[in-house]
């Protein structure tokens, strides 16, 4: 998505106003009645036009919605497309005009706290909603067959992101493949040869633009009649090409160069030396990389049990994956809690859309950071008869980390009827020795 503000003015809005008015800013606040307030959330979104990025949905919140709420309302008004199947694969992205500042926001966010969170931080016209695909199936160009909406979708995104971040650092034999393969799916009823006419090449060069499918750095680096010859040269060899073939062609293409279905985090591992990893995400599950090495797969989604992420004291923060049939968790510090909040949300969509259900791995601690665990069965394990201890015979020392209950503490048990001292673990009042 472009980077355009000039449609984030705003005005005061009456009740009334047109959802698709184009000069109201990301959120505004009118009130219906004068007894509930309305939150208005401007969710940009692409299309297949040339204007990509540049269209929008307000949506009209009420108190007690959700950013899933948010986001169905969007997907169900028919303006990103019809019939859509796959709901679980598309996510809320908060983004920071300004600067690199993002936040996915998890669905179950209300938007309240979206408000409290995040929007007070920064002025209210340099935020964007953008709504974009980020769970993606395996083999997504099969299932994506049954939901058209779906795949034309992921395809503007990929495509989109390409051309403005990738596209000029690719070859120039890519980047004429690329964009070639676009004009065929852009004229998917011109003429084979249609491109050999020079009027052709010129309503296409001047009222259209090269660098609607091209990188700039690529129109710039020739002479046109150099570029135009390779140009034709390259169509060619796809002008027979249907919509949907133009597509798939893309996808495996720009795959030589770019995983595009995966998300890389830079991170370290709580455990083993605190090594520096690439932590990788995507459809086939949870990955780690070093340096230029193979990536070794750590989880599948159907095995995570429950996720949870905490601040440190550095400004840094804690992510923590519990794998069911690990003998310990996935824990890595990443640069801050955004981050790891951000990768929370990654992998517990994935989850979300491996078991086709809307609820979430994620525990959420006392300082309510994440959304809560509503699909955990960790409760279980728990006995019915627990002996109970004073909370005043423990001396609680440093944290060690996160568990499933919040912090975990370090700690001494003093028992009151002996002279030995117990060391525990203690977690919110619950307490374990270990």
Not at 152 to 168: E, G, H, I, K, T
Not at 171 to 196: H, T, V, W
Not at 303 to 319: F, H, K, N, P, T
Not at 337 to 351: F, K, P, R, S, T
Request: overall charge negative; proline content about 3%; some cysteine.
């Amino acid at each position: 998505m472009s980077g355009d503000t000039s449609t984030l003015s705003w005005r005061s809005v009456s009740p009334t106003s047109q959802s698709d008015s184009s000069d109201m800013s990301p959120t505004a606040h009118v009130t219906r009645d004068s007894v509930f307030p309305v939150k208005i959330i401007k969710v940009c979104f692409l299309s297949n036009s040339c204007n990509l990025g540049k269209n929008f949905k307000l949506v009209r919140c009420e108190e007690g919605w959700t950013v899933r709420t948010v986001m169905n309302m969007v997907l169900s008004s028919g303006c990103v497309g019809p019939d859509i199947k796959y709901s679980l694969c598309y996510g809320l992205l908060l983004k920071h005009l300004k600067s690199s500042e993002i936040h996915w926001l998890h669905p179950d966010l209300t938007v309240s706290e979206l408000t409290h969170r995040y929007e007070q931080q920064h002025l209210e016209a340099e935020w964007r909603y953008d709504l974009r695909i980020r769970y993606i199936p395996t083999d997504f160009m099969e299932k994506f067959k049954d939901d058209r909406t779906t795949m034309l979708y992921f395809y503007q995104q990929v495509r989109s992101d390409y051309m403005q971040q990738y596209a000029s650092k690719v070859s120039d034999g890519m980047a004429l493949q690329l964009g070639c393969l676009e004009i065929r799916r852009f004229y998917k009823d011109m003429n084979p040869n249609g491109l050999e006419k020079k009027s052709n090449f010129e309503l296409l060069e001047k009222d259209v633009g090269l660098d609607l499918f091209f990188p700039r750095e690529l129109i710039n680096s020739m002479k046109p009649k150099q570029l135009r010859r390779l140009i034709q040269q390259t169509f060619q060899g796809y002008s027979t090409l249907k919509q949907d073939q133009c597509m798939e062609r893309f996808f495996t293409t720009l795959a030589q160069c770019h995983s595009y279905t995966q998300e890389r985090f830079a991170c370290q591992l709580v455990h083993g030396w605190n090594l520096t990893i690439d932590l990788v995400i995507g459809p086939e599950g949870i990955s780690q990389q070093t340096d230029n090495s193979t990536p070794v797969c750590l989880a599948t989604f159907f095995q995570v049990s429950s996720i949870s992420c905490s601040a440190e004291s550095d400004g840094r923060a804690l992510l923590t994956v519990h794998i069911e049939g690990a003998k310990q968790p996935l824990s890595v510090n990443t640069t801050s809690l955004a981050v790891a909040e951000n990768m929370a949300d990654l992998i517990d969509g994935y989850c979300r859309l491996e078991g086709s259900s809307e609820s979430s791995r994620i525990i959420r601690h006392n300082r309510g950071t994440l959304p809560l665990c509503t699909s955990s069965d960790i409760y279980a394990e728990i006995p019915e008869e627990r002996h109970r201890i004073c909370r005043e015979d423990i001396v609680v020392g440093r944290i060690l980390g996160e568990g499933f209950f919040g912090e975990v503490h370090d700690g001494i048990y003093k028992s009151p009827v002996s002279s030995s001292n117990v060391q525990v673990f203690s977690s919110r009042g619950l307490c374990g020795e270990l």
